[in-house]
């Protein structure tokens, strides 16, 4: 079957509901990855990539940051590795008729989803100012037009570069280094969304702002816990490292406010047994935590760690560790003293006999990884939740020894990689001065907007060219509405892109959409075929080989692309030699050598069949490059949610048939949902407080200071075991409920996890296209 792109955008008028699944995967799992939709991409490319995904000649699987074992299966992926491959190595283009045929103005209505399944992108398009459609353009004149607007600045912080995780680390560093050339630190990236509240608290805790564990830790360990992370969903392999860890008697706990499949029960999808067989079961204690409660629960067990060892003095906290490696135990132990039980019961909706389990469990095992992702990250108290994780696991020396540490697992492949490289608003100086030093220039010192603040940038009319290496800002930021239009007051906008989104269709008044290669795509430049590096969630580099032809020879690597513009702007200023580095990425990789610490000689290193795994301090050697010297055991202040009477507190998640803002099919398999993602999951007795009903229509309204309210039209309720007083829905969607000033303390991460909203019967039908947003 050859594949085809829909005409029409997809219907939520026929959503089928069916209670929750309690296990993840199955050899199904696989299979499911073909599901339909995903048939009209063409499989027939897919079965070869499949063999190559995660394998030491292969690519890197563009998913997720899950790491790889060190022996890789026949199979090393999973069911939405195999989803992603899928979409992006489709042999559908969008035709050249398309860009005729649809206005802007009529793509407004289309979904993402609908966009997404038009086919790659093969050619340049250009919308000029005052015209409403694209046009083919060539390369050299897209790169002549951003030239011009990027020398016609008044200042190079007129301009804003964001990258999106998927770009390589060799496309990043370049990227970087262009912005700076330039003259500006705009580099805000999706990480700003998503692990900057990891980033902030553990550079302030432990001095690197990266998981301190390495794949076989999970094996090793007797106690992982799980908070604020779906991975049967978005890390599916995890499930094979905990599988794995559990045979070898380590317990799990999850703690979320979603019974989520894969965190209660397995079938690994790459044995037979895991076909045949029945489930395991994952986590050994679940709690049910309410949305935003995770800083209370781990304050209430580290008060439970504390009054141990006043019971069993010398038995309890690592005492050596404590001495040695950390401070301020002692401001920490009189605060915990203060904890107030009834605001941890308020806060979590947990039991006492639930949280003395959880701190028996801490308690008695040797060695412990704390994971998170999103559900910690995005709230308003992200940054000290995530120190309060440190806390706990300080106390007992769960750090920089086998089995034992803190696993922020990341979210997009490389987004790790992209920081490492410099992508980042506020690098530090010495990074800096490398990069100076290695270029003969003077990088600007002013730190640089980030997500949130390049919104409001944009908003103000001070951004005029706004550029994005890979990604679907406006799909992904917050305050959808208030982003779109700030976007429209830019003078230019640019995209480099392997598929249609959003981003393409809320524009500048000038528009560009530059077509690139993706991961799995061979290639080739002057010096013959290339390979790119990654950086995974534990902080292993390796290369990633493309493997199969690009459907259009006028697609680019995003290197050839951003070298492309960085020649046409500043020609061979300061002698950098863009074009070089274009024709043998060895020469970007000698660069990186001499500019990013931990990264000496690149080129030799990154061609090792394994890789390698840089440097950390915390997991190396016990050294923490905090303003101390010391691992920080840190004084937070708890601060409670306040949702009034008649509200609840919304999240906004992934369902398992999408990648952010790119969505696979309508269904969400393992919470029951089929045909459709305008649902918002509420408790049933929640649901009957409000005097609604299960599958009514209803509007969602989100509450923000004294600002009008912000609305979702025509969803769907679907009673649901969820944490009492909590609600979900799906993200993009739901984004625009999310205010652009409600960010979490301290990194400016959108608060998405905790919205307050108000829900009223609605007279919007559950309908076709974008859900209605006024
Ligand atoms: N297939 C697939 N894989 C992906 C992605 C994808 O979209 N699809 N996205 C990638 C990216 S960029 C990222 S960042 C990761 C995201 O990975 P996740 O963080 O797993 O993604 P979310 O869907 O946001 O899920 C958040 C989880 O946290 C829970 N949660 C929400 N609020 C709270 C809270 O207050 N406390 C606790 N304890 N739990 C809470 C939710 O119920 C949900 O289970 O996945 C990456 N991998
Ligand atoms: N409400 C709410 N909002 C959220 C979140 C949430 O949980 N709730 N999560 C946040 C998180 S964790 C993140 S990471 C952000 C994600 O924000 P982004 O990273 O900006 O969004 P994506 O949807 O991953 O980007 C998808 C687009 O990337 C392009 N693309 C795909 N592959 C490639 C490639 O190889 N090269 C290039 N150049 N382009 C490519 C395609 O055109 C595709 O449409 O969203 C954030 N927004
Ligand atoms: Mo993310």
Redesign the pocket.
């Known amino acids: 079957m050859s594949p085809k792109a829909p005409k029409e955008d997809f219907s939520d008028a026929n959503i089928e509901v069916s209670p929750p699944k309690d296990y993840a995967a199955g050899l199904g799992g696989v299979f499911h990855s073909m599901e339909p939709a995903l048939k009209n991409m063409g499989v027939a490319r897919t079965a070869k990539l499949m063999l190559k995904i995660n394998h030491k000649d292969g690519f890197d699987c ?1 998913s997720c940051a899950w790491p790889d074992p060190g022996h890789r299966k026949i199979a090393e992926f999973c069911e939405n590795g195999g989803k992603a491959v899928t979409w ?1 190595a489709t042999p559908l283009k969008v035709p050249r008729s398309f860009w005729k045929e649809h206005s802007l103005t009529s793509l407004e209505d289309k979904t ?1 989803y609908w ?2 399944m038009q086919g790659r ?1 093969t050619e340049p398009v250009y919308k000029p100012k005052g015209q409403d459609h694209y046009e083919p353009v060539s390369w050299d004149r897209a790169f002549g037009i951003i030239a011009d607007q990027l020398n016609g600045l008044e200042h190079a912080n007129e301009a804003s570069f ?1 990258t ?4 390589s680390n060799e496309a990043a560093f370049m990227y970087q280094l262009f912005a700076r050339v330039l003259g500006t630190n705009n580099l805000p990236d ?2 700003n ?3 900057e509240s990891t980033g902030t608290a553990m550079q302030y805790s432990v001095g690197i702002g990266k998981s301190t564990i390495a794949y076989d830790d999970f094996l090793e360990s007797d106690l992982i816990i799980i908070m604020g992370q779906n991975p049967g969903t978005n890390h599916p392999r995890m499930l094979t490292a905990l599988q794995e860890a559990k045979k070898n008697g380590a317990k799990v706990v999850a703690i979320n406010p979603l019974p989520e499949a894969g965190l209660i029960g397995y079938k690994d999808p790459q044995s037979v047994k895991g076909y045949v067989g029945k489930p395991i079961e994952i986590a050994d204690q679940f709690l049910k935590i309410r949305l935003g409660g995770d800083m209370a629960l781990l304050q209430a067990i580290s008060k439970r760690v504390l009054e141990a060892e006043k019971r069993n003095p010398g038995k309890v906290l690592d005492h050596d560790f404590i001495a040695r490696h950390c401070d301020g135990f002692e401001a920490f132990e009189a605060h915990m003293s203060q904890v107030d039980d009834r605001e941890v019961e308020q806060a979590t909706g947990l039991s006492t006999a639930e949280i003395d389990e959880i701190a028996n469990r801490y308690i008695n095992s040797e060695r412990v990884i704390i994971a998170w992702a ?1 559900g910690i ?2 709230h308003r108290k992200g940054v000290d939740t995530i120190k309060e994780i440190i806390n706990l696991l300080l106390l007992r020396g769960n750090m920089g020894k086998p089995g034992a540490g803190a696993s922020p697992v990341r ?2 492949s490389n ?1 790790q990689g992209d920081r490492t490289m410099g992508v980042w608003e506020q690098m530090p100086d010495s990074f800096l001065d490398a990069l100076g030093k290695e270029f003969n220039f003077e990088p600007p010192r002013d730190h640089g907007v980030d997500a949130v603040h390049g919104i409001r940038a944009l908003d103000e009319g001070k951004i005029k060219v706004w550029m ?6 406006l ?4 305050d959808t509405n208030l982003a779109e239009s700030a976007m429209r007051k830019t003078k230019l906008s640019v ?7 959003r ?2 269709v809320i524009t500048g008044e000038e528009a560009i959409i530059l077509p ?4 799995t795509e061979i290639d080739v430049q002057l010096s013959g075929p290339q390979y790119v590096t990654v950086e995974d969630s534990v902080c292993a580099v390796h290369a990633s080989h493309g493997q199969v032809k690009a459907i259009s020879d006028q697609m680019r690597s ?1 290197i050839a692309v951003v070298g492309g513009i960085a020649h046409a702007t500043l020609g061979d200023k300061y002698g950098i030699d863009w074009l070089a580095m274009i024709d043998d990425y060895d020469v970007i990789r000698d660069h990186i050598s001499r500019v990013v610490p931990g990264c000496e000689n690149y080129n030799e290193k990154t061609r090792r069949r394994d890789g390698f795994v840089l440097p950390n301090g915390p997991r190396d050697e016990r050294r923490f490059e905090t303003e101390t010297g010391k691992a920080r055991i840190s004084v937070n202040e708890l601060e409670h949610i306040d949702c009034p009477p008649g509200r609840l507190l919304l999240q ?3 369902s398992h048939d999408q ?4 969505i696979y099919s309508l269904n969400d398999r393992y919470r029951g949902i089929k045909n459709g993602r305008s649902v918002i999951f509420i408790h049933p007795e929640d649901l009957a407080e409000l005097g609604l009903a299960d599958g009514q229509t209803v509007d969602i309204f989100s509450e923000w200071k004294n600002e009008p309210d912000r609305v979702l039209r025509g969803f769907r309720t679907v009673a649901f075991p969820t944490a009492r007083g909590c609600a979900a829905a799906y ?2 969607e ?2 625009v409920l ?1 205010p652009l000033d409600s960010t979490a303390i301290g990194s400016n991460t ?1 608060v ?2 905790a919205i307050v909203i108000r829900i009223e019967p609605s007279n919007t039908p559950v309908g076709v296209g974008r859900p209605v947003t006024v």
């Not at 999106?164 to 770009?167: C, D, H, L, T, W």
């Not at 799909?475 to 917050?478: F, H, Q, R």
């Open positions: 563009m992006e993402e966009l997404g992108i964001y999106s995780g998927r770009a999706c990480s969304m998503c692990h999103m990250t995005q979210g997009h987004v994005g290496l890979g990604g679907n800002l799909g992904a930021i917050s995209q480099f892109s392997t598929k249609l989104n981003s393409h690139v290669l993706g991961r995003e906004t998640m992934r990648f952010n803002t790119t993200f993009p739901a984004n999310v959108p998405s996890k």
